[in-house]
């Protein structure tokens, strides 16, 4: 919700805004708003002509939210509801569910799991990244730093190193609900799915957000005390170490 009391971090640059004047703030929500309407109102106002309707401006101010039913898919203490949200809103609390409904583990990774009894730290850019060379590359060098194994999520193999040291383990997918109640850490790009995941399996997590909601996920979990960020251009081996060291204690 683009609210002035509390404002979404849309951008790691503005991750103090709600320290910011009231002012400045209504001047990047009207900044965002008129970009959103450079996109959007076209395609919209040419739909609407043809049904013989009116064009709108400010979309996403007035015509973003149902008339009927406003529904946030989180609970109030992650995003408590403010003064300027829609009066219709209701918050559902977090819709927890394993990708494609799968909730087993493959045996590979089962064998890895119980070869120790050292927690493993979790690392996954989302299932949808296929630009995460860097990510595990860090990812493996921090585990290297920490002595510490580490389980990397993705379904794109050629983003894995070559050749993972003992105690790394690769694997397509694993249903976040079964691997992160005995996970040390999850590392993770700031998905809202999976942060809520991490959430309640009182995970701690290292977030890189990167787009879309991601920067206002990873803020909130800061403010909470949950998780530390950084940013991509910061998430290197040794700065992954670092925060990861400040997390595990």
């Known amino acids: 919700f683009m609210s002035q009391y509390e404002t979404p971090v849309l951008h790691p640059w503005f991750a103090t805004i709600n320290h ?16 959103s309407d450079r996109a959007l109102s ?10 013989g309707l009116p064009p709108v401006r400010h979309i996403v101010r007035d ?10 898919l989180f ?22 569910y394993d990708e494609q409904g799968i909730s087993t583990i493959e045996p590979d990774l089962k064998k890895f799991l119980s070869e120790s009894t050292e927690p493993p730290i979790v690392f996954t850019p989302g299932s949808a990244n296929t630009q ?8 493996v060098d ?28 690769h694997s397509t997918y694993a249903p976040l609900s079964k691997i992160l109640p005995h996970a040390a850490a999850l590392v993770h790009h700031g ?6 995941q991490a959430l309640r399996a009182a995970c701690p997590q290292l977030i890189m957000p990167m787009t879309f909601d991601q920067p206002d996920n990873a803020n909130r979990l800061y403010r909470l005390r949950v998780g530390r960020l950084l940013s991509p251009s910061s998430f290197t081996g040794p700065r992954v170490a670092k925060e990861l060291e400040i997390l595990l204690g």
Do not use: E, M
């Open 63 to 72: 015509w973003w939210h149902s008339p009927a039913r406003v529904i946030g």
């Open 20 to 35: 910011w004047p009231a002012t400045f703030k209504r001047q990047i929500l009207r900044a965002s708003g008129w970009v």
């Open 42 to 51: 076209p395609g919209a106002n040419t739909l609407r002509q043809t049904l």
């Open 142 to 169: 921090a585990c290297r730093q920490l002595n510490h194994r580490g389980l990397l999520l993705t379904r794109f193999p050629d983003q894995i190193p070559d050749s993972l040291p003992i105690g790394i383990h």
């Open 132 to 139: 995460a060379a860097n990510f595990f590359a860090s990812a």
């Open 191 to 196: 998905g809202i799915g999976t942060a809520a």
């Open 75 to 96: 609970p109030d203490w992650y995003a408590p509801p403010q003064p300027d949200w829609p009066r219709n809103t209701t918050l559902t609390g977090f819709p927890l």
